[in-house]
T-cell receptor
Framework: RKEVEQDPGPFNVPEGATVAFNCTYS??????FFWYRQDCRKEPKLLMS???SGNEDGRFTAQLNRASQYISLLIRDSKLSDSATYLC???????????FGAGTRLTVKP | EPEVTQTPSHQVTQMGQEVILRCVPI?????FYWYRQILGQKVEFLVS????????KSEIFDDQFSVERPDGSNFTLKIRSTKLEDSAMYFC???????????FGQGTRLTVV
């Protein structure tokens, strides 16, 4: 089983749509969770951390379900500029090594 | 948050040659990482470095790889004898506190021919 798994997509949605991504992780000792955004041939950029209580930043909402070992990202009112690959990343307190999913590609169309 | 600076942005090297990739992080940060991303594939952890020592390394980080911070500022990744399959983007990252958000440099594209 892969450490961190994501639906690769692609997700093609119209502007204004709501889109949700899920990510599952295998290590139950994982403690830190993140969503990154990566544009083509660029570095990953932190989008948001994911907290146990769930957190929201503008149009973006992240949630964590420890029992089922998954995290989610919801994007509301999607913009053309949201087109990118979204990476989930998971870290455990025992190991200083963050593991990434393969990413979910999103294309927002006019 | 300011990002780390990586040099060179693109390196082309012949198979079997040694390459050194450089990362210049914020000087008061202690936690550094190297990741690689083969074209079209996921970001893969290579090694973490704390207090001038390797903290963790992945199965990818074999004997042909080494890291050091020789002068307290530059953080380097050396690949001793490059192979074609080493062609990838190599990202340096830093954290202020371990196991928190990592901030990436813009990457070095390594092409082995």
């Amino acid at each position: 089983r892969k450490e961190v798994e994501q639906d690769p997509g692609p997700f093609n949605v119209p502007e204004g749509a709501t889109v949700a991504f899920n990510c599952t992780y295998s290590n139950s000792a994982s403690q830190s969770f993140f969503w990154y955004r990566q544009d083509c041939r660029k570095e990953p950029k932190l989008l948001m951390s994911v907290y146990s209580s769930g957190n929201e930043d503008g149009r973006f909402t992240a949630q964590l379900n420890r029992a089922s070992q998954y995290i989610s990202l919801l994007i509301r009112d999607s913009k053309l500029s949201d087109s990118a690959t979204y990476l989930c990343a998971v870290n455990s307190d025992n190991n200083n090594d963050m593991r990434f999913g393969a990413g979910t590609r999103l294309t927002v169309k006019p | 948050e300011p990002e780390v600076t990586q040099t060179p942005s693109h390196q082309v090297t012949q198979m079997g040659q040694e390459v050194i990739l450089r990362c210049v992080p914020i000087s008061n940060h202690l936690y550094f990482y190297w990741y690689r991303q083969i074209l079209g594939q996921k970001v893969e952890f290579l090694v973490s470095f704390y207090n001038n020592e390797i903290s963790e390394k992945s199965e990818i980080f074999d004997d042909q790889f080494s890291v050091e911070r020789p002068d307290g500022s530059n953080f380097t990744l050396k690949i001793r004898s490059t192979k074609l399959e080493d062609s990838a983007m190599y990202f340096c990252a830093r954290e202020q506190v371990p196991n928190t958000e990592a901030f990436f440099g813009q990457g070095t594209r390594l092409t082995v021919v």
